[in-house]
Every structure is written in C-alpha cells, then in structure tokens.
C-alpha cells in the first residue's frame, strides 16, 4: 500500500482534476489522503461523494480558515497564508507507508503509473526521491549525472555538490557566519549554487520513502522554508552517499500558474488582481455543475475557458485583463528558471 497525500486549501475545482486524474492513470494499491486546510464545508462534501474513497482530514485551524474565507469574500478582509498546517503534513506522512507521494490538489497526473511497480524499483535502487514531474526544466542537467536504470527511470544523481553535517550545511544556505560569502569570495561557489540542492528534494512531485521526507520536514513549524529543508536533505545526504536520486522517463504530473490558494505567495507590484476572488468565482462555479474539471486536459484549463466565468460574473477584483497580467508575472518567475510553462 503506497500513500498518495494532497495537501488542500479552497480550490475544490483543482481538487477534483487532482483526484480523478489519480483514479484515472494510477494502478497499484494505493490509499489517498486530503489534508485540508480550509476549503468550505459545501465544497468538501461534494469531493466527499464524488471520491467516498478518498479520506479528507481537516487541520487544527481549519474553522478559523473557513471563518477567513468567508470574511474575505463578504468584507474584502485578507487570507493570511502563511500559517501552514505542517505539523498535520508531518504527522500524517509519519503514519503513512513506507513510501509517500505528497503533492498538492492543483497537481494532476497526465500520463498513467504503476505505482507498485515504481516503488518496487525505488526499492531495489535504494532511490530516496523519485521525481514525477519537474516542469520540462532540464537546463540544470549539466549539474547531474543521467543514466538510465531502467524503462521506466532514470538517475538524476547530483555531482560535485558540497554536502556536510547539519551545522555547517545551516551556515552555508543561511550564510551565518559569512559562511557562504568566504566561498564566493574563493570563487568556489556562485549565486546559482544553491539551485543545485534542488536535485535533492521536490516541494509538489515527489515520490519518496518516507524516512527521507520526514529528514527534510523534521523542523518544519508551521513555515515552509526552502533554505532549511535543502539544508536538512544536503545533511542526510551526507551521511547516506549511497543513495541514488532519479525521476520518470517521461514527467506523469502537471501543475498550474494560472492560480493560488491565496495571493500571499504571489503578490505582484501594481496588480490589482484578486486571487481569492477568482477561487471563489470558480469554485461555486464547479458547485453548480457549470466547470468542467476536466477542461482541456491532460494540460491545464485554457485562458479562454477562465475568461468565460470571469467575464460573466464581472466583478471588479476580478477582471480578465488583470488576471492575465498576474497569470503571465506567474508563468514568468517559472520560465526565467527554465521551466516549460504552458501559456
């Protein structure tokens, strides 16, 4: 039994592609978890009867996020996004299988796994990190060794990557003690150095055994912190040289920049574009039986499908013009990485 779990908050639209994607190109024994953080009630009952298979836990504050959404959408007050329900994700992957899947609900599989088969392969390789998706990024395979190990993947081991204990790992991301500097300084490292590390994690694609995702959430609390989970997977892989990273021939998961679960992570100056106000506009939408899903699958719903609902309901925080301008801010910050975004 493999356990996929969807970390979820207020976008039952995406939701839904997510999990009937899951049920549509996922064999295997599997189970599936929703760690809900506030999507309303009447949303979730809805994913409730269309997925009764699916177990959906809600978080330690999820009235609170209900009671913020519903304040948001009547009086135009702020959704703080930043109080990350961590300890749930922690706890939950702690009491899973030995191998976890954790994604998002705006991540949806587009091409069929077998998940048994996979994880028997993890096993047989010693394969910590499985990448199921990685955005049509391969301009950092320079900094990685690619072999294939089988039909069905491929190494992606990291090469020539410093990697030390806990407390010197801590000064060389947060560059305590000038740490990080001094190197710079000996020409031993540049600013696209700590790109590298991503080799050794995956925050929506990954495939992973378990003990190695608990290393690199060990001290989460409440805040997702790259710099710190990049530290605590350099540290364990420090100490487990034999470990060999890979992902999928061919990328199984897609994920969307044409939405947030608020607008607190995607911000933008001179954009007065609501995120929040768009959710909701789509949600009920998909309440009603008027949003398909499944629109233009396997890829993401089409600009001209969103501009539909927006239009429509014309409200002013809410505009296709704006919304466009903040998708296309989105999609840039991905593309100047190397990612392949889909327009």
Known sequence: MITIIIKSFNRPYYLDRCLRSIYTCVKGNFEIKILDDGTPKKYLEVIKSKFPNAKIITSSQYQDKIKAIEENITKGDKIDGFTIPT??????????????????????????????????????????????????????????????????LNQAQPQKLFTSNKFIMDMFMYNKYKFFTVLYKLGLVDNKTKRKYWSLNSILMGLYQKEY???????????????????????????????????????????????????????????????????????????????????????????????????????????????????????????????????
């Open 213 to 343: 995702w608990l290393a690199i959430w060990a001290d989460a609390k409440g805040k997702v912190d790259e710099k710190q989970q990049l530290r605590n997977a350099a540290a364990w892989y420090n100490d487990n040289k034999k470990a060999v990273f890979a992902r999928t021939n061919q990328e199984v998961l897609k994920t969307t920049f044409k939405s947030s679960a608020t607008g607190s992570y995607h911000e933008f100056e001179k954009n007065i574009f609501d995120v929040n106000r768009m959710n909701f506009i789509l949600n009920e939408a998909w309440l009603n039986n008027k949003f398909d899903a499944m629109q233009n699958y396997p890829k993401d719903f089409s600009d001209d499908y969103i501009k539909s609902f927006l239009d429509k309901e014309n409200h002013p925080d809410a505009q296709y013009e704006e919304w466009y301008k903040w998708a296309e801010k989105f999609r840039a910050q991905y593309r100047n990485l190397g990612a392949k975004v889909d327009h």
């Open 87 to 152: 300890d749930l994700w922690y706890n939950e992957v702690k009491s899973s299988s030995d191998y976890v899947l954790v994604t998002e609900d705006d991540v949806w599989f587009s091409d069929p796994i077998n998940i048994d088969e996979v994880v028997n392969e993890m096993k047989s390789f010693s394969i910590p990190l499985l990448k199921l998706g990685w955005l049509g990024n391969y301009s950092d395979d320079k900094n990685l060794i690619i072999d294939k190990l089988s039909d069905d």
